[in-house]
């Protein structure tokens, strides 16, 4: 270990080169044992104290309890994260800073920090913003995830992911048909069998045909189409075919496995697939034609979610994207099974976290179904428990709740469900609320979907006004009421639950305030910018909160996409051990915690939830 | 040990009225200074000063703002063995200070404070071996040995134990970093936490 202080990392490395120096030349070191308290609540402090080893803990003294020792924890410092910043800019500690273990740290003197923050204002800028800019001044230097990076993408191989269908017709087929056939596959060309050989036709060629040379429709596609094919083999790489493509000015290649024809590469889905995977699953579910393609379609998402991490997409659009492609996957799915005679008298609701569009990897499938009154449908059940199975096997697992098709509870007529939902509305037990929060979520995605406005807008009007129920409702939010405790035991790898500790509070908080306030879009960010423009909460916290969530959602990502590479056990997907985040993220995390626990004191005054 | 005593009071009285004085006045402050050089060898009549560096410990806190950092001369004892043992090639002494001026700042650095560090008896009698001839005078300083209070502190807990005194072990039962083995500076403000550490509460078992 350096006995100098590294100004590499943020904010230090905002400074010159000069100010470096004086920064390192003012430090001094301090010991503190365990249990000490460093800087106290209303304390004045004469340094910033960057921690160089061992752990303290932030403490709410007005929350402290006797038989709680994590009671009013808001949150730690571990190696190089700085404390006491604040309380210098607003002359006193807001709260108390106690060692959890035996610690060192740095004290910059105060008048050195205030000199560095006058000198530099993107040094100031890191202390003095709030979350959202400080995500974005840490964004331009944070590092690449590793093993995520785009080389990934330069890697990819001719795999089932890009491969069209190839649409395969004699020679002896007419123009007419042909011209059919190209129209039903949604295809661009088709291949010809002229004896063994194999030759290429697309749409130009079929119009140059008819306009410019003046076949008749019945005339045979035989002459019309080139022989003159370029191959690869099935798990080259993609990179090979554009070359292959850009060499020899063609289009298309056909695909080969060994000597078996497989399909066809197109130029236009290499390109998009090397500018965004997203369009080539997008075609591919608007192609498919069978539930297998279909699944092939769905199983490569959690691909396309792992570039879009490394490209460092922001977690919002990678979410509104995945909504968008799941989504279509649902209503495809729908489409395939169930009969045409009863789609347009039933409705495919998504809920949960789907209903909301902010899944990125699949999640459980909450889906249910509403029935036109009326409409008897004897196969219902069969067809929706195929659904489920179906869906399962594209990869979305089950919903433990057994909130799904699958379940008949979750298939109700449009009078059961009104029905249903006054007697959830009436008991204020804590399973009837979490089923009308999941149903306050639901999307309806696929089939008759105007039949779900009625019955959402008897939900809305069913609580208008109604403040006690209210005040049940908004509660859980504090089942996880100090979830920052989890941290307490920071030296063992217990972790923190993101999803209790952090998403949770904010996601069903933001829900209670839109079903009290009429707001009935689903997403928690949208639903933040409608609470922000009716001034229902301030702009900057509003934002804030978006913020954090979004920083929250994207921690939890990352941990998901560990436990999909197996490097994490399944039950850890929602599991952070702090020590392993690196100190951008802790730095994020700590702030966006901050935050949600100012949103849960605004709550609990807001729905007066006393404990 | 009363040659020593006899040389302090004779250097005391001969310093009396002249400029360092102050040195021979008994201490009345709350610091002492973490001192470690880095020599060429462990033999104290041969051994040179390649650099000397210390720092000022005050209650818990370890003043590195107020540090004494300086490479000498390259002895012509320098050699390929203690650059393995420092990483100091000849040419990061160039440019260094001359011994006279370095250990002029260091006595006005340490004053009459309590020397504190790691068999500093050997730092010290290298350091008196160039005192004596330029100034006329031994450090008068008192001396606290780490691996003493180490060794006190631990048999406090534990009579039986005999505790390893090797510096790497010494730090790592601490729980203190260690900073920059090898170099003047960095194993001076490693002596210097130590201190702090044992002076604060019970030593782990």
Redo the contacts between chains.
């Keep these: 270990m350096r006995h100098e202080f590294d100004c590499q990392q943020p904010p230090f490395n905002q400074l010159s080169e000069s100010q470096a120096h004086t920064l390192s030349q003012s430090l001094d070191l301090a010991y503190y044992g365990q249990g000490d308290i460093v800087l106290d609540a209303g304390q004045q402090s004469d340094a910033v104290f960057i921690v160089m080893k061992g752990v303290v803990v932030e403490l709410d003294p007005d929350e402290l309890q006797s038989d709680n020792p994590d009671a009013g924890v808001i949150g730690h410092y571990t190696a190089e994260d700085v404390f006491g910043a604040i309380s210098i800019i607003n002359g006193r500690s807001r709260y108390r800073f106690r060692t959890l273990e035996e610690t060192i740290v740095w004290l910059l003197p105060k008048a050195i920090f205030l000199q560095l923050m006058e000198e530099n204002t993107a040094f100031a800028d890191y202390f003095r913003h709030s979350l959202i800019e400080k995500s974005r001044l840490i964004a331009r230097h944070a590092p690449r995830e590793e093993g995520l990076d785009l080389s990934s993408f330069m890697l990819a191989r001719v795999s089932d992911t890009i491969l069209r269908e190839a649409v395969v017709v004699n020679a002896d087929c007419s123009i007419e048909t042909a011209t059919g056939q190209l129209r039903q596959e949604q295809a661009d060309s088709l291949l010809v069998r002229h004896d063994t050989q194999l030759g290429m036709l697309t749409r130009t060629d079929l119009l140059d045909a008819v306009v410019m040379q003046h076949k008749t429709l019945s005339s045979p596609v035989g002459p019309l189409a080139s022989y003159n094919l370029f191959s690869v083999q099935l798990g080259d790489f993609l990179f090979n075919a554009l070359i292959l493509m850009t060499r020899h000015r063609v289009q298309r290649l056909v695909v080969l496995n060994d000597q078996t024809l497989v399909g066809l590469v197109e130029l236009t889905d290499i390109l998009s697939f090397f500018s965004s995977q997203s369009h080539v699953i997008g075609l591919q579910i608007e192609r498919a034609q069978s539930l297998d393609s279909l699944g092939r379609a769905a199983r490569a998402m959690d691909e396309l979610v792992q570039s879009l991490v490394a490209q460092g997409v922001k977690i919002q659009f990678a979410m509104d994207l995945l909504a968008a492609l799941n989504a279509r996957v649902m209503v495809k799915a729908f489409n395939l099974l169930v009969p045409e005679a009863y789609q347009q008298h039933v409705c495919l609701l998504v809920m949960g976290s789907e209903g909301r569009g902010e899944q990125v990897l699949k999640t459980d499938q909450d889906n249910a179904l509403i029935i036109d009154d009326g409409v008897e449908w004897p196969e219902c059940h069969q067809v929706m428990q195929q659904f489920t199975e179906t869906l399962l096997s594209y990869g979305y697992p089950p919903c433990p709740g057994n909130i799904m098709v699958s379940n008949p509870e979750w298939v109700m007529t449009a009078s059961q469900w009104h029905g249903q939902l006054a007697r959830w509305a009436a008991s204020v037990e804590g399973e009837s609320l979490m089923k009308l929060a999941i149903v306050q979520d639901a999307h309806p995605v696929a089939g008759a979907v105007e039949l779900f406005t009625p019955i959402r807008d008897f939900m809305f009007d069913r609580f208008k006004g109604n403040s006690v129920f209210f005040s049940h409702f908004a509660r859980p939010i504090l089942h996880f009421a100090t979830p920052l405790n989890l941290f307490g035991g920071l030296k063992g790898s217990e972790g923190l639950d993101i999803k209790k500790g952090g998403i949770f509070p904010i996601v069903h908080g933001v829900r209670a305030l839109a079903l009290e306030n009429g707001i009935k879009i689903t997403n928690t960010f949208e639903r933040l910018k409608v609470l922000a423009e009716r001034r229902l909460l301030s702009r900057d916290f509003a934002d804030n909160l978006a913020e954090a969530l979004a920083v929250m959602s994207m921690l939890r990502l990352r941990q998901q996409l560990k436990v999909q590479a197996g490097r994490v056990p399944e039950r850890d997907g929602n599991r952070l051990v702090i020590p392993e985040l690196n100190k951008l993220d802790r730095d994020l995390l700590r702030e966006a915690l901050h935050l949600v626990k100012e949103f849960k004191a605004f709550m609990e005054h807001h729905y007066h939830l006393e404990r | 040990m009363v040659l020593k005593a006899l040389r302090m009071a004779r250097d005391r009285r001969q310093h009396r009225e002249g400029q360092y004085a102050a040195l021979f006045e008994p201490y009345q402050g709350d610091e002492v200074v973490a001192l470690d050089c880095e020599l060429t060898g462990l033999d104290p009549q041969k051994a040179e000063l390649v650099s000397i560096a210390a720092v000022k410990v005050k209650g ?6 107020q540090r004494f950092d300086v490479k000498l001369q390259k002895p012509d004892s320098l050699d390929a063995d203690s650059i393995k043992i420092h990483h100091l090639r000849g040419v990061d002494l160039h440019g260094g200070e001359v011994v006279g001026d370095a250990l002029a700042q260091l006595l006005n650095f340490i004053q009459n404070r309590p020397i504190l560090g790691y068999y500093i008896d050997l730092d010290i009698a290298v350091l008196n071996r160039h005192l004596r001839p330029r100034f006329g005078f031994d450090l008068p300083n008192t001396t606290i040995e780490l691996s003493r209070l180490y060794q006190r502190k631990m048999q406090q807990v534990n009579p039986e134990l005999q505790p390893d005194l090797h510096f790497d072990q010494m730090a790592k039962k601490l ?6 083995r090898h ?1 003047a ?2 194993d001076a ?2 002596t ?2 130590m201190y ?2 044992l002076n ?2 019970a030593i782990p078992v």
């Design positions: 818990d806190q370890v003043l590195t703002s729980g203190v970093p260690l900073l920059e170099t500076l960095g403000i490693t210097a936490l702090v550490r604060k509460g």
